[in-house]
């Protein structure tokens, strides 16, 4: 499996990103996928995570009501919007995939990750 980050950039804050991540390869053992991400001198940490059918969503307290994560099946695509961006959420983004129907938090809990791309909020 291998999976492609994008859409990161420099933005003010107050504003909006979407991230999408492209999945390609041996699809079908995924099911649920997340976002992770990781400032300077910090440990990856727990973004939000989506079911394999996407009902399912899951978010750290830091960003929910701000961030919505969803998927397209039909186009292996997984997309992170972003609003009401704040400084504290500059940082490089990786989205992962895991095989567990059940949605993980721990970066050790997912079998794939991508290259990462990174997010600038300007105060």
């Known amino acids: 499996v291998q999976l492609q980050a994008s859409g990161g950039g420099l933005v003010q804050s107050g504003g909006s990103l979407r991230l999408s991540c492209a999945a390609s390869?041996?699809?079908?053992?995924?099911?649920?996928m997340a976002w992770f991400r990781q400032a300077p001198g910090k440990e990856r940490e727990f973004v939000a995570a989506v079911s394999w059918s996407g009902v399912s969503t899951y978010y750290a307290g830091s960003v929910k009501g701000r961030f919505t994560i969803s998927r397209d099946n039909a186009k292996n695509m997984v997309y992170l919007q972003m609003n009401s961006l704040k400084p504290e959420d500059t940082a490089v983004y990786y989205c992962a995939a895991s095989q567990s129907k059940i949605l993980r938090t721990q970066p050790r809990e997912y079998d794939y990750w991508g290259q990462g791309t990174l997010v600038t909020v300007s105060s």
């Open positions: 390869g041996s699809i079908f053992s995924i099911t649920s």
